[in-house]
């Protein structure tokens, strides 16, 4: 009788074996390498030449890694890198651009910006473009043929993969770089009107840039939900991106619950901090931490305390599983794109890989 019920229970597996396959997911920030100060133009933090050399490096970790689909955030110029990337790889892609500031076919300015999201997927699982959701920002034009808005904005990216003749949604968003609801940041504003540093009007301004900058990515991470629920309607889908907070976060939090979504890299590695944002060891990270924009500029106000909070390290890009999908669905993860060639690492970010059975 017990082998009768070993037997059966193996075939099970074997079944289930042969209906799912595993692919391997990868979510990466590339860096725009600006320091989104200036108006004809941004301050950059490296020459053409560094910049060509991270793509380089970009495209041959990504050929090692050989992953199936690609989330990628902050890609600049939008248009020649995905170009260059479908090239290389021989992947499909969608993207969508969601800072450009005035621009027609690209023209304009800043001169130096034209960024996107971007996904990526191998073309046998036949990678469909849904469309996409503006998630904060002012009302205006964003595509790469004409765009025009005068401040940052930002969205999130729909697509949808065909894997073994099953549905597969893929959603890729970025969210503003907002400081936490932590109200340590509150005193330190009040330490420096204590100090002379600034004064009680200044005080009173920073106080509310802080408050009205973490309600905007609670707005942000809401936008994404009430998208990402009506987009898959109880479909299986992936949720990756760069979320510029961690899953302690009490917006990211409650984005999680109620989607009921599964982070791939904790699920793999409960005990690991697996820091994707990393001012210690990445040079790169440490731009956004300086206090000084790249013409010399002091920071001030609610940018100086971000530039403060951007110098400690911390996980702030996942890949999420949602739509019936969870921690049986994970078979391994981990962070990829930490390791420097020649001294030169990709992006100010580390990316993360996870493998998921489907």
Do not use: C
Not at 82 to 105: D, E, P, Q, R, V
Not at 242 to 265: G, I, Q, S
Not at 284 to 302: E, H, I, M, R
Not at 324 to 341: D, E, K, L, Q
């Amino acid at each position: 009788m017990k082998k009768k019920i070993l037997a059966f229970l193996l075939g099970l597996v074997m079944i289930s074996a042969a209906f799912s396959e595993q692919l391997t997911v990868v979510t990466f920030n590339t860096w725009y390498g600006l320091d989104g100060h200036g108006l004809l133009k941004m301050g950059e933090y490296e020459t053409q030449q560094r910049r060509d050399k991270r793509l380089e490096i970009l495209i041959k970790d990504l050929k090692q890694l050989n992953p199936d689909v690609i989330f990628l955030q902050e890609v600049n110029p939008v248009g020649r890198m995905t170009g260059k990337l479908k090239k290389a790889l021989g992947y499909s892609a969608i993207s969508k651009l969601y800072n450009g500031g005035i621009k027609i076919f690209g023209l304009g300015i800043p001169v130096n910006l034209n960024m996107g999201l971007v996904i990526l997927a191998r073309k046998n699982l036949k990678l469909k473009n849904l469309g996409s959701k503006q998630i904060s920002g002012p009302i205006g034009l964003y595509s790469q043929y004409i765009a025009f808005h005068f401040s940052e904005a930002r969205f999130v990216l729909a697509g949808k993969v065909t894997v073994n003749g099953k549905e597969l949604l893929l959603f890729n968003t970025h969210t503003h770089a907002a400081l936490p609801d932590d109200k340590g940041l509150f005193k330190t504003v009040e330490q420096w009107q204590t100090v002379g540093k600034i004064s009680e009007k200044e005080k009173e301004k920073i106080d509310k840039g802080i408050t009205a900058d973490w309600n905007r990515r609670k707005k942000e991470l809401k936008a994404i939900a009430d998208y990402v629920e009506k987009k898959a309607d109880g479909k299986p889908y992936i949720l990756g991106g760069d979320f510029n907070t961690t899953l302690e976060a009490k917006e990211m939090a409650a984005m999680v619950k109620r989607l009921d979504l599964t982070d791939t890299y904790h699920a793999a590695h409960p005990n690991l901090p697996g820091f994707t944002w990393d001012s210690i060891n990445n040079p790169n990270t440490k731009k956004d931490a300086s206090l000084k924009f790249v013409n010399g500029d002091a920071k001030k106000g609610v940018e100086l305390l971000s530039a403060m909070f951007d110098q400690s390290p911390r996980r702030i890009d996942f890949i999420l599983l949602g739509g019936g999908m969870g921690r049986n669905n994970v078979a391994t993860s981990r962070i990829v794109f930490n390791i420097p060639v020649n001294g030169i690492y990709p992006s100010d970010h580390f990316g993360v890989l996870s493998g998921i059975t489907f």
